[in-house]
């Protein structure tokens, strides 16, 4: 079952569902998701490894972060693989799952965005990977809508996440 806008409204004031959300998306008119703007881009700096009881994530460098007043832009190379963090926060009750979509307007620009669950429980920032599929560099502004995130009733007794990423961490450090 999906959430409605007004019940997540709810759920943002009284529970802080997500932080650091606009006021704009709690005052939109209608629909079963929140818009989730981009708060950092990555680019890989090392190696990564997925083993069957080991994982390492590879080294990431910091292109650029939301914040201080600044506009920033980042220009996204073609066939450029990128992680991406999301200036809002989810607190996601053992009650509640969400889905993460990209927004059209990216897959219209060749930039595919990819994003997949929030488990009940997890807490922070969201973190995907996103990849210009095009043969054209696109420019991307700190703090634009990337995503839409869609939240889900869980029916039974869920098990809260207890995994690496939990606090909006980007990397398995």
């Known amino acids: 079952m999906l959430l409605s806008h007004e019940k997540l409204v709810q759920l943002v004031k009284e529970n802080k569902l997500l932080e650091n959300i606009p006021e704009s998306e709690l005052a939109k008119a209608g629909g079963v998701s929140f818009d989730l703007r981009v708060g950092e881009i990555h680019e890989f700096s090392g190696e990564g490894f997925l083993g069957v009881a080991e994982r390492k994530t590879p080294d990431t460098k910091l292109l650029a972060k939301h914040g201080n007043g600044e506009l920033s832009k980042v220009s996204l ?23 993460i979509i990209s927004r059209s307007t990216l897959y219209r620009s060749g930039i595919l965005l990819l994003g997949g669950l929030v488990d009940p429980g997890f807490n922070g920032e969201m973190t995907f990977g996103m990849i210009n599929i095009s043969s054209m560099p696109f420019t991307i502004e700190m703090g634009a809508r990337i995503a839409n995130i869609i939240f889900h009733k869980v029916e039974g007794n869920a098990k809260e996440y207890a995994g690496v990423y939990n606090g909006g961490h980007i990397g398995t450090k």
């Open 77 to 99: 190379e073609p066939n450029k693989y990128y992680i991406v963090k999301t200036i809002e926060k989810v607190n996601c009750p053992k009650e509640l799952a969400s889905t």
